[in-house]
C-alpha cells in the first residue's frame, strides 16, 4: 500500500458546510434538551410551577366564584412567575459548566465545531426549557378551562399574545443575563451567587428610589388584562418595553458568545479587555447597530413618560403640603352648580372639557383667597368672572392661589369657567392612563387623578402623606388631621364635598353611549356625533363621574324609578342579580329610612383597570361597576347567597349611606356610616330572600374575614365610634348590625335609622359622626341592653362561648335537660394589650329537635366564668347551641355547639 493510499485510508475528512452546522446544531440542542427535561431539579421546578398555577388559578377562579375566562388567566401568570426565573438561573449554570465539572471541556474544545454552533446549542436549551413552560401555562389553563371549569369560551389568540408574545420574550431576556453571569463567573456557584444577587437588586432598585424600568432589567410593567377593553393602555407600554430590553439582550447575547471559553483559558480581565479589540468589524458593526437602536427605544419611552407622571408621587405631595398647608385653615366657598360640556373622543384617547362652577360663600367671613388645583396640562384656560390677582403658583402641581380684588361676601357668589384638552400619553412607567381608553373611557372628581378633569377647590388635607417615615424622610412634621370621635370639641365639622346641581352635556363616537349622574333628559346625533344631556332633580353629593363605551342596554322602570344597566354586548351573565338587588335595595330604604329623590338609577360596567374603585362603587344615581367584581360570577348555587345581588342592594343603599347623609370629614368612624349601614341594609335582604342557614353562612364568612383581617393587620383595631380600618367597617360592621337587630329589632332599629337619617339628609352644614348612630340607636334601646349597644361601638371586645357540657334525663313524661356554660370575655385597649373580663348580661342558647327543628330558645341570665341551668323539655333534644344568631363577637364558634347523646333506657 503507499503513501497515498494510507493517508487517504486514515485521514478523516472535514467538512463545514452550513448544512452540517446546522445538523449538529439540532443534534447537540435535542442532546442538551432531553438532559435537562430529565433532570431532578426541572422535574421538582416544574411540579412548584404547576402547584403555582394551580393555586393561583383555580384558587382565585373558586374563591371569586368567577367565569374562568381567559383574561382571568392571563392576569395571574405574574403570580406564578418565580418558579420559570429559579429554572433558568439553575440550568444556565448547568448548561455553561457541566462539561467543566466533569473535566470533559479540554477534549470536547478539540473538536472541529463552530464556536457558534456550540455556543447557540447551550442558549438555545435555555430557551426552549422556557418555551417548554410557556407551553405548560398555556396547555394548564386551557385544560382547566374546558375540562376542570367545562368552559368552553378559550381565547387561544389571547393565550399567544400574551404568553408568547409578552411573557417568553421576557423569559428569554432574562435567560441571556443569567448565562452571561455564568460565562464570566470563575465558577458555577459563584455564577448563581452573581445570579441571584442581580436578582435581588433589580427588585430592590424601587426602594432605593429607582422605579424606573428604564433600569431595571428585563422587569416588564405592571398590566391588567381587561375582557372589556383589552390590554388598553398597557398595550404600548408592553410592548415598547419588550422591544428595549430585548435589543438590550440581543447585546448580552452577542457579548457572551465572545466570551464563550474554549479550549486554553486567559484571565477574564484580559478576555474583557480584548472583547473589542479582537472583534471583528462586522461584530462591531452588528452590535452598534443593537446599541443605537436600543438608546433610541429608551429615549422614546423617556420622552412620552415625562408628559405623564402621576401627579400624586410622594415628592409631591410633600411639596404641595409644604407650600400650601399655611391656607388650611382659609375660608370655602361652596360649589352649589356643575355644568359641563365634554366632547370624548375615546378611539383617539382625547378629551375637550368646557366647565363652570357657581361658587357661593356660605360661611359667615369674608373670601379674598382662592386656592385652586387644576393639572390638566399645558392646553387649559380658568378665569372667574370677577377681577382677581395671582399671590402664588406651582405650575408643576397645578395649583393657583389668587386674591380676590373684591372679596366674596357672606351669601355672595363667583362663577368659574374652564376649558382644557387632555390626551393620553402613549404611556407612562409606573401609571399609564387608564381613564382615556377606546372602551370605557371614565373621568371622575374623586379619585387621584380627580384635579386633571376637574378643578378642586380649597387645600386638600386627604392629599398629605399619612405614613409617618415617609413624613420624616421628606422633612414633614407629625401630623395627624383625624380627631378622636370621642374627642371632639366645639370645633365645626364640615364635609369634603358640596351639594351641588349638575348638568351635562356629553359627545361621544357613534358606536358609543355617553354616561354620568343624573337624569338623561335628550339625546341626539349630529356631525357623526351622538349627543347625550343629563341634569340632576336634585341637589346631589358633590361626586362625578362621565364615561363612554360600547354599551348593551337592559333598563326596567318600578315605583317611578327608572333602572338602567349599561353594560359590554357579552357580559350579560349576571344583569338579572343586578338589577333585582338594586330594586330591592332601593325599595327597602325608601320603605324604611326615606324618599329616594331622583327618577333614575344606572349602574355601568367599567373596565377592570379601576382596582382602586373595589368591586362595585357608589356615586349618586350612579354604580360603577367592575367588569370582573360581578359581570363574571358564576350562578348562584341552589340555597347559597347570590354576591351580585347582595353587592347591588349594599352598593344601592350608598344612595343613602353616602350621598343623602355625609359623615363628617377628618373625624374617624366615616367609613363605618357608609359601609357598615350598608351593610345592615344588605343583611336585611338576605335575611328575607333567603334561607336562615344561608343567612347564618354569611355572617360566619363575615366573622372569619374579620378575624383573619385582624390577625395580620399592622395597626391595632380601633373601635367602631373611631375605625378606619375597612375590615371593622364591612366584616365587624355586619356583625354588629345583626347583633343590633337582633336585640332590639329590625323595627325599632329602622326607626332609629329614619330618624337618625332625618336630622343629617342633605343638609347643608349639619355633618354625621359614628356618635350621633350611636345616640339614635341607643334612643330605641331598652335601658337593660345599652351597655352592650355603647360596647358595641365603644370598645374592641371578643367573646368565647363554650356548652361544657350537656345531659337529660327522663322525668315522667319529660326530659330534663342539664347544661353548662361557660363564656369568657376579653377587652383589648388602643395598643392591642388583652384584658379578660367578668361576663355579665343573658346569653342566647337554642336547643334542637333531631330533625334540626328548634324545640326550645331563650336568654339565659349569666354572670361569672361558669354556670349551670336546667331546662324541662317535652321532647328528646338532640343538641344546644350557646349564641346561635351570632349576638357575641366570637372567637371560636366550635366550642358553641354540642350533641347531646341519649344516656337511658326508653
Not at 397 to 425: D, M, Q, R
Not at 603 to 627: C, D, K, M, Q
Not at 772 to 795: A, H, R, V
Not at 814 to 822: A, C, H, Y
Request: charged share 20%; hydrophobic share 40%.
Amino acid at each position: 500500500m503507499n503513501k497515498k493510499e494510507q493517508s487517504f485510508m486514515y485521514k478523516a475528512k472535514q467538512i463545514f458546510s452550513k448544512r452540517n452546522s446546522w445538523a449538529l446544531y439540532f443534534y447537540l440542542t435535542r442532546i442538551e434538551f432531553l438532559k435537562i427535561i430529565r433532570h431532578p431539579g426541572f422535574i421538582i421546578l416544574s411540579i412548584v410551577t404547576i402547584s403555582f398555577l394551580n393555586s393561583n388559578y383555580i384558587g382565585n377562579v373558586v374563591g371569586s366564584a368567577i367565569y374562568p375566562t381567559t383574561g382571568f388567566f392571563i392576569n395571574q401568570i405574574p403570580l406564578s412567575e418565580f418558579p420559570i426565573i429559579f429554572i433558568t438561573l439553575f440550568f444556565s449554570g448547568e448548561l455553561v459548566w457541566r462539561e467543566k465539572n466533569v473535566n470533559a471541556s479540554s477534549i470536547i474544545d478539540t473538536y472541529p465545531v463552530s464556536d457558534l454552533v456550540i455556543f447557540s446549542s447551550k442558549i438555545s436549551t435555555l430557551f426552549l426549557i422556557q418555551f417548554f413552560y410557556a407551553i405548560v401555562i398555556v396547555l394548564f389553563g386551557i385544560i382547566n378551562q374546558w375540562i376542570i371549569f367545562n368552559y368552553s369560551d378559550v381565547n387561544i389568540a389571547l393565550y399567544i399574545k400574551s404568553v408568547f408574545g409578552i411573557h417568553l420574550l421576557n423569559y428569554w431576556a432574562i435567560a441571556v443575563a443569567f448565562f452571561l453571569i455564568q460565562v464570566l463567573s470563575p465558577n458555577k456557584y459563584m455564577g448563581f451567587l452573581f445570579s441571584g444577587l442581580g436578582l435581588i437588586m433589580v427588585l430592590l432598585l424601587p426602594s432605593l428610589g429607582i422605579s424606573n424600568n428604564l433600569f431595571r432589567y428585563g422587569v416588564k410593567p405592571d398590566y391588567r388584562y381587561s375582557e372589556m377593553s383589552g390590554f388598553g393602555p398597557y398595550a404600548s407600554l408592553l410592548i415598547w418595553f419588550t422591544i428595549y430590553w430585548s435589543l438590550f439582550a440581543c447585546m448580552l447575547f452577542l457579548v457572551s458568545f465572545k466570551l464563550w471559553p474554549r479550549g486554553y483559558e486567559i484571565g477574564r480581565k484580559k478576555q474583557l479587555k480584548n472583547l473589542i479589540k479582537n472583534s471583528s468589524l462586522a461584530y462591531k458593526g452588528i452590535i452598534s447597530v443593537f446599541f443605537m437602536l436600543f438608546v433610541c427605544a429608551g429615549i422614546f419611552i423617556a420622552s412620552n413618560q415625562s408628559s405623564s407622571l402621576n401627579y400624586l408621587e410622594n415628592k409631591k405631595l410633600a411639596e404641595y403640603e409644604r407650600d400650601f398647608k399655611y391656607l388650611e385653615k382659609l375660608a370655602i366657598p361652596n360649589i352649589e352648580g356643575i355644568s359641563i360640556k365634554a366632547d370624548l373622543y375615546p378611539s383617539d384617547k382625547y378629551i375637550v372639557v368646557n366647565g363652570n362652577y357657581i361658587l357661593r360663600n356660605n360661611s359667615l367671613d369674608l373670601i379674598d383667597t382662592l386656592l385652586i388645583t387644576f393639572h390638566p396640562g399645558k392646553d387649559s384656560k380658568l378665569s372667574l368672572d370677577r377681577d382677581y390677582s395671582m399671590l402664588q403658583i406651582n405650575e408643576r402641581l397645578g395649583v393657583k392661589v389668587l386674591k380676590l380684588t373684591l372679596p366674596l361676601k357672606p351669601g355672595e357668589a363667583v362663577s368659574i369657567t374652564f376649558k382644557y384638552k387632555y390626551s393620553a400619553a402613549a404611556f407612562n412607567n409606573k401609571n399609564p392612563n387608564i381613564d382615556l381608553i377606546e372602551n370605557g373611557l371614565l373621568l371622575t372628581n374623586f379619585n387621584s387623578n380627580s384635579t386633571n378633569y376637574f378643578p378642586e377647590i380649597g387645600y386638600n388635607n386627604y392629599r398629605e402623606i399619612r405614613d409617618s417615615t415617609l413624613r420624616k424622610e421628606y422633612g414633614l412634621k407629625q401630623n395627624d388631621n383625624m380627631h378622636e370621635i370621642t374627642k371632639l370639641g366645639t370645633e365645626k365639622l364640615k364635609s369634603l364635598t358640596d351639594w351641588v346641581k349638575y348638568n351635562a352635556i356629553l359627545s361621544t363616537s357613534t358606536d358609543q353611549v355617553a354616561i354620568t349622574n343624573g337624569n338623561l333628559v335628550k339625546s341626539w346625533t349630529s356631525n357623526d356625533r351622538k349627543y347625550y344631556e343629563y341634569k340632576t332633580d336634585t341637589l346631589i353629593n358633590n361626586e362625578i363621574a362621565i364615561t363612554s363605551g360600547k354599551f348593551k342596554l337592559t333598563s326596567k322602570e318600578v315605583n317611578g324609578i327608572s333602572y338602567k344597566i349599561f353594560y359590554s354586548p357579552d357580559h350579560n351573565y349576571n344583569i338579572d342579580q343586578m338589577l333585582e338587588g338594586s330594586v330591592e335595595g332601593i325599595k327597602y330604604c325608601e320603605n324604611n329610612f326615606g324618599k329616594y329623590p331622583n327618577k333614575s338609577f344606572t349602574i355601568v360596567e367599567i373596565p377592570n383597570y379601576h382596582r382602586n374603585l373595589g368591586n362595585a362603587f357608589s356615586i349618586p344615581t350612579l354604580i360603577l361597576w367592575n367588569e370582573d367584581g360581578g359581570f363574571f360570577n358564576l350562578p348562584n348555587k341552589k340555597g347559597k347567597i347570590n354576591r351580585v345581588f347582595s353587592t347591588a342592594v349594599h352598593e344601592a343603599s350608598h344612595q343613602w349611606w353616602a350621598h343623602a347623609v355625609k359623615p363628617a370629614s377628618f373625624v374617624p368612624g366615616g367609613i363605618v356610616l357608609n359601609e357598615t349601614l350598608a351593610q345592615y341594609t344588605r343583611l336585611m335582604l338576605l335575611n328575607k330572600n333567603y334561607s336562615q342557614e344561608a343567612y347564618n353562612t354569611f355572617l360566619k364568612d363575615e366573622r372569619a374575614q374579620y378575624f383573619y383581617a385582624r390577625s395580620i393587620a399592622i395597626d391595632e383595631e380601633k373601635s367602631l365610634s373611631n375605625a378606619s380600618q375597612p375590615y371593622v367597617a364591612y366584616n365587624k360592621g355586619s356583625l354588629v348590625m345583626n347583633s343590633i337587630k337582633n336585640l332590639i329589632g329590625e323595627e325599632d332599629l329602622n326607626t332609629s335609622l329614619r330618624q337618625y337619617y332625618e336630622e343629617f339628609a342633605y343638609k347643608d352644614s349639619l355633618f354625621a359622626t359614628t356618635k350621633d348612630l350611636e345616640l339614635s340607636i341607643l334612643s330605641f334601646t331598652p335601658d337593660s341592653i345599652k351597655p352592650y349597644i355603647y360596647e358595641l361601638f365603644c370598645k374592641t371586645n371578643i367573646y368565647d362561648s363554650k356548652i361544657i357540657s350537656a345531659k337529660f334525663d327522663k322525668t315522667g313524661n319529660s326530659f330534663e335537660l342539664s347544661f353548662n356554660i361557660e363564656v369568657n370575655k376579653y377587652e383589648f385597649d388602643n395598643s392591642g394589650n388583652e384584658t379578660e373580663i367578668n361576663f355579665d348580661g343573658y346569653i342566647p342558647v337554642t336547643i334542637y329537635r333531631n330533625n334540626k327543628n328548634i324545640l326550645e330558645a331563650r336568654y339565659y341570665r349569666y354572670k361569672g366564668k361558669e354556670t349551670s341551668y336546667k331546662i324541662l323539655l317535652h321532647e328528646i333534644p338532640a343538641s344546644i347551641i350557646a349564641d346561635p344568631n351570632l349576638i357575641y363577637i366570637d372567637k371560636d364558634l366550635d366550642n358553641n355547639r354540642y350533641d347531646i347523646s341519649i344516656n337511658y333506657s326508653l
